[in-house]
């Protein structure tokens, strides 16, 4: 039965079926010999290449399903290699056969926390989707004189250079000054969504720290840099959309 590339290799554990399109968009993905089209569609028996490198393909029902929550630090990045040399998160995960780790979505440089990675291409594909409306809760300290009309603003909605963008709650944490915390939360994967959101009222973010993916939050006792695998209860609301 043939599926679109996207989708087999995103099941292959290449990359989120997202990832794979753009890949595709780029010309870096040929099925037997002829370079593939968004919409094409493959088996498993076909030969495929990316970057011009043959891929070997698994069937999905044969590999087991993990989800690994990894406690991102600052000075990392989400890329698997940087031109600049810089740290990975892949760098601290354990070794997979025939498949390797995917992102459920981005941190950026300078951002720390909560940071999901799977092993299953397509349910990383579900767990990023706009449609799944996955709650993500942020600890945000800022700089700055932050109004309650700020507030009200961030919260019903800013245009941003890529649409318009919101918190769908924002709760005051305390602090003071320089060490002022709030605790805001997103249902969107936008690129920076919540320093953007903050920026537009003339705040600086001085940290940023993702406390909350879904019904998993950033357990207390690991540490910065380790990680550890959801099982059992742990991942009841992924296995909802597997």
């Known amino acids: 039965m043939s599926e679109k590339i996207q989708k087999v290799l995103a099941n292959a554990g290449l990359g989120s079926r997202r990832q794979i399109e753009t890949w595709i968009a780029d010309g870096r993905v040929s099925v037997n010999g002829k370079e593939a089209k ?10 495929v290449r990316v970057d011009n490198q043959e891929v070997k393909l698994l069937r999905s029902t044969a590999k087991k399903t993990r989800i690994l929550l990894y406690h991102k630090p600052e000075g990392e990045i989400c ?38 990675l799977t092993n299953d291409g397509e349910l990383a594909n579900k767990l990023m989707h706009p449609s799944s409306e996955i709650e993500r809760e942020y600890a945000v300290r800022v700089k700055g ?19 318009i963008g ?37 705040v600086v973010v ?25 099982l059992g209860e742990e991942r009841m609301f992924i296995n909802d959309l597997l």
Request: charged letters at 35%; hydrophobic letters at 35%.
């Open 79 to 116: 890329s698997r290699h940087d031109p600049e040399g810089r740290p990975t998160v892949f760098d601290h995960l354990p070794l997979l056969r025939n498949s390797r780790w995917i992102t459920v979505g981005r941190l950026d440089f300078n951002t720390s926390g909560v940071l999901l």
């Open 166 to 202: 919101h918190f769908e709650t924002i709760e005051d944490a305390g602090g003071e000054g320089s060490n002022h915390w709030y605790h805001v939360i997103v249902k969107q994967g936008r690129n920076r969504l919540v320093r953007r959101l903050w920026e537009s009222q003339d």
């Open 38 to 47: 968004l919409g094409d569609r493959m088996t498993d028996e076909d030969r």
């Open 145 to 163: 004189q932050v109004s309650p009309m700020m507030l009200k603003e961030m919260k019903k909605g800013v245009q941003l250079e890529d649409g």
């Open 206 to 230: 001085s940290r940023l720290i993702r406390i909350r993916f879904g019904d998993i939050t950033l357990p207390r006792q690991l540490r910065r840099g380790k990680w550890e695998e959801l």
